[in-house]
């Protein structure tokens, strides 16, 4: 077990108004570290953890795993943290290295201090977290909104992007079902009851595990009724930026997801990348790295093999 060092953050009524990321209360930031170290107890043991200052704020940030080589970063989905990759990290670190971030903005150990005004604000944290940990372009492998967080990176700065793969991604190639808005405008009210919260997070993962069965559910249900985050609209990328990308892509979309027709999303993306790697999983739920662990692993593995 690794100890988690919890760093000081935004908490109480007097963050209110400064447009930054920040736990409602005390309590709840009590409530989310105890959350954050079960879910950490879950994980292979970190080789290095590090907060990682740029212009908008600190940026948690684990290495995981020995060798050389260029490092696979993890940004994870919304309203999670590096805890959820505790199904995934066995897996990968087989293929190499691994560095995983908090999102900054997002519930987890990041602590934003200067507020985001749209993506390219977005893209500039996470260029210069990345531009601390590594002097070189990085593989990402971002899950739901991490994968978009890839994305807009790539878009914007390039020279940070070895290679690119994303999991049921959303704002890509396509934008939100109704049924995801939903789920977003009841994961934000303060007063929803613990047990609505539940099943918003099971609906997400097509039914197959109870939040509250699951030290990441846990997690991110604290999330959801703990932090609140003031993030721009996420802005889906134009046919032209999308085109400009050069670092090979790998995108793997959900046939069961509630986020978007996956197969209409896909038909999109191999008009917009040609040359890009795009599956549909068709037993996946948006939880997909949770569900298929093993195989993302090996398909990471063939993908990082052509690509470097």
């Not at 908490?11 to 709840?28: D, L, T």
């Not at 500039?124 to 978009?148: F, N």
């Not at 990176?153 to 939100?176: E, Q, T, W």
Request: hydrophobic fraction near 45%.
């Amino acid at each position: 077990m690794t100890t988690v060092d919890f760093p000081e953050h935004n908490v109480g009524p007097s963050c209110k108004g400064k447009r930054i990321g920040y736990f409602r209360e005390a309590a709840g930031y009590t409530r989310y570290k105890s959350a954050y170290q079960a879910g950490f107890d879950q994980l292979p043991a970190p080789r290095e953890a590090v907060d990682v200052p740029t212009r908008f704020g600190t940026v948690r940030a684990y290495r995981f795993g020995e060798g050389g080589g260029t490092p696979l970063v993890l940004l994870p989905g919304r309203q999670a943290a590096t805890p959820m990759w505790a199904a995934n990290l066995a897996g990968l670190l087989e293929v190499r290295p691994v560095i995983t971030l908090d999102l900054l903005g997002e519930p987890g150990l990041s602590v934003q201090s200067e507020p985001f005004t749209d993506g390219l604000d977005q893209a500039a944290w996470l260029a210069e977290a990345l531009r601390g940990l590594q002097p070189g372009p990085v593989h990402l492998l971002g899950v739901s909104i991490g994968g978009w967080a890839a994305v807009n990176l790539a878009v914007h700065h390039p020279d940070r992007v070895a290679s690119l793969a994303i999991l049921d991604a959303p704002s890509v190639f396509g934008g939100f079902s109704w049924k995801m808005i939903a789920v977003s405008l009841g994961s934000v009210l303060p007063g929803m009851p613990e047990r609505w919260r539940n099943k918003l997070l099971s609906w997400i993962s097509g039914g197959v595990t109870a939040p509250e069965d699951a030290p990441e559910g846990k997690l991110i249900a604290s999330g959801m009724r703990d932090f609140a985050a003031y993030l721009p609209m996420t802005k889906q990328p134009t046919k032209q930026q999308l085109s400009a990308i050069t670092a090979p892509v790998l995108g793997i979309y959900a046939g069961r997801s509630i986020v978007h027709d996956s197969r209409r999303i896909v038909a999109k993306a191999r008009k917009a990348l040609p040359a890009a790697q795009l599956e549909v999983w068709p037993e996946a739920s948006h939880a997909i790295n949770g569900e298929f662990p093993q195989e993302i692993a090996d398909r990471m593995r063939k993908f990082l093999a052509d690509a470097s």
